[in-house]
């Protein structure tokens, strides 16, 4: 079985982004809903510590039981992810989402750790096969890759603007409110998703279904597969390490406030989101002259120079400046990976996808892990030569990219 499907054939034209909104709203509105509770959890860490009666350091440590759990989960699971409809699995993640958000509304720290357990596995379920259906969606390769790319804009939309969105609400009922509001809302989902997947087919056949391990080995037959998940999950790796370390760097070199931080992180957010959306448009453009690999080597460049320069600039304005262009890059790469995977991996898009996940959660932890290292042994330099020696090696994986052969 081929895991390419007419790759060289295209359409005359891709179908623009409010059409192609129109069409996948319920995919956008899933990985919307998926950000939540995570978004509740980091807003109100103060006093959801207190209700569980633990210290802030304790409480916000269960998150990494998240990431740990998206790992495992996304690496046990990636071979079954294009076995059933899209939609039942969605279905599936989005069930688990509303169960999770209900028990952290518990708020004792047996409930906010299975919270933080399920909320991993659940995206990792999620994410992948939401991708997958918008992808599923459209026949040709430029407009399959870029609905996958439409969501992941709608994902880091989402996590640039939850916060002040769920402020309002949370002004009402508090922050069990809004996990209960998030609950309800992901169930709902999960009982539509549900009643559209009965009656769709897997999108690997019977008569060409492969075993767990044959899976990973048709999955590292894929040309560039293997250099594309290790760019993933480095770039995942330098930027997440990054911004664990943003607001620390920006208060003591500049003396910059939580309430002008905040203005810094929005300006990140948006950078973000912004590459992201352009990035994906323009490839799934006709008349793109830049291919996605030579796109993704010309992001993963821009961002190895951005952060060599950020730790050592004089000035907040160029620092600010480096800062929008560090999340720039980074989201081209993202979106340059996510088409690149699309396209090239056919029927197995959702299990491709699914790998791509877990490897970025392993990237979260690593970031963040290096960066905190090279913090103690050299200070912001030290952060510097970490970060920037990670890209570099992403920057290497992205030059094999670009010389392999489709």
């Not at 034209?13 to 990985?31: H, I, N, T, Y």
């Not at 004792?108 to 399920?118: E, G, H, I, Q, R």
């Not at 459209?138 to 996958?148: E, I, T, Y």
């Not at 998030?182 to 056949?205: C, D, Q």
Request: proline content about 5%; some cysteine.
């Amino acid at each position: 079985m081929t895991t390419q499907q007419n790759l060289t054939a295209r359409p005359a034209e891709v179908p623009g982004d409010l059409r192609m909104a129109r069409r996948l709203w319920p995919f956008l509105l899933a990985s919307t809903v998926s950000l939540i509770p995570f978004t509740v959890f980091g807003m109100y860490l103060v006093p959801i510590s207190e209700a569980a009666g633990g210290s802030v350091a304790e409480i916000g440590g269960l998150r990494g039981l998240g990431g740990l759990a998206a790992l495992a989960v996304g690496v046990l699971l990636a071979p079954l992810m294009d076995r059933a409809p899209r939609e039942l699995v969605a279905a599936g993640g989005l069930a688990l989402l509303g169960v999770s958000a209900a028990l952290g509304a518990v708020g004792n720290v047996f409930a906010l750790a299975a919270f933080c357990l399920l909320i991993g596995a659940s995206t990792s379920i999620l994410a992948p096969s939401i991708g997958a259906a918008a992808a599923d969606r459209f026949r040709s390769p430029a407009a399959a890759g870029r609905a996958a790319t439409l969501v992941s804009a709608t994902t880091s939309a989402m996590a640039m603007l939850a916060a002040p969105v769920l402020a309002v609400p949370g002004l009402i009922w508090g922050w069990r409110g809004n996990l209960l509001g998030a609950s309800v809302i992901a169930l709902a989902l999960a009982a539509a998703f549900f009643i559209r997947g009965r009656g769709r087919k897997a999108p690997i056949t019977k008569g060409g279904r492969m075993s767990y391990l044959a899976t990973y080995r048709e999955l590292a037959r894929i040309p560039g597969a293997v250099p594309l998940l290790a760019v993933a999950m480095l770039r995942t790796a330098a930027f997440m390490g990054y911004l664990a370390y943003l607001a620390a760097f920006y208060d003591e070199k500049f003396d910059l406030a939580p309430g002008w931080f905040a203005l810094v992180w929005s300006l990140s957010g948006a950078s973000f989101f912004v590459g992201n959306l352009l990035a994906g448009r323009y490839l799934a453009t006709e008349r793109a002259w830049i291919t996605p690999e030579r796109m993704l080597l010309a992001g993963i460049t821009v961002a190895l120079i951005a952060v060599s320069a950020f730790y050592f600039s004089p000035t907040l304005p160029l620092t600010l400046l480096l800062t929008a262009v560090m999340g720039a890059g980074h989201a081209t790469v993202a979106a340059c990976v996510t088409t690149l995977l699309v396209r090239r991996s056919g029927d197995l898009r959702g299990s491709a996808l699914s790998v791509n996940a877990a490897g970025m959660s392993l990237g979260t932890f690593v970031g963040a892990a290096a960066g905190g290292v090279g913090l103690g042994l050299g200070g912001y330099p030290g952060t510097a030569m970490t970060f920037a020696g990670i890209t570099l090696i992403a920057t290497l994986c992205a030059l094999r990219i670009h010389h392999t052969p489709q």
